[in-house]
């Protein structure tokens, strides 16, 4: 879940397949994943 944090920390979204495995940060903490809207 490093990955996640330096992606919030830069403001920067995240590009992974694996939508379910980082759904608690986007809903909690703002993080933005590519393709997930």
């Known amino acids: 879940m490093w990955i996640a944090a330096c992606?919030?920390?830069y403001d920067l979204p995240l590009a992974t397949p694996n939508l379910?495995?980082?759904e608690d940060f986007r809903l909690h903490h703002?993080?933005?994943i590519l393709g997930a809207d």
């Open 7 to 9: 992606a919030l920390t």
């Open 20 to 22: 379910k495995d980082y």
């Open 30 to 32: 703002g993080l933005r």
